[in-house]
Nanobody
Framework: QVQLVESGGGLVQTGGSLRLSCVVSRRPFSNYAIGWFRQAPGKGREFVAAIGGNNWNTSYADSVKGRFTISRSNAENTVYLQMNSLKPEDTAIYFC???????????????????WGQGTQVTVSS
């Protein structure tokens, strides 16, 4: 059974930074894309960022471009989401997910991801 474990969430003021981590138990890991999604209270799950397998393609939601950076360490089976210039509207539970099949695309669609972590809470105060 594949497991994904997120960490790094917390409470931060507007303009602050956080770095989320997602550790994935699947081996091999390097040829699978990983996505980050978020869900705010009363809203649906929203794509944030993704990084493809092997060729390091990335995708970002327009709302986070220029502020968030996704990266991966294949040696550590970990994907990171560096979040800078945080805004109150970034407040949500953040989930990482493993793509269903190996691939180089960084899909923005949640249905392409088959394994999900339990989420980590990010709260940005104004």
């Amino acid at each position: 059974q594949v497991q994904l474990v997120e960490s790094g969430g917390g409470l931060v003021q507007t303009g602050g930074s956080l770095r989320l981590s997602c550790v994935v138990s699947r081996r091999p890991f390097s040829n699978y894309a990983i996505g980050w999604f978020r869900q705010a209270p009363g809203k649906g799950r929203e794509f944030v960022a993704a990084i493809g397998g092997n060729n390091w393609n990335t995708s970002y939601a327009d709302s986070v471009k220029g502020r968030f950076t996704i990266s991966r360490s294949n040696a550590e089976n970990t994907v990171y989401l560096q979040m800078n210039s945080l805004k109150p509207e970034d407040t949500a539970i953040y989930f990482c997910a493993l793509e269903r099949s190996p691939g180089t695309s960084a899909s923005i669609w949640y249905y392409n991801y088959s394994y999900w972590g339990q989420g980590t809470q990010v709260t940005v105060s104004s």
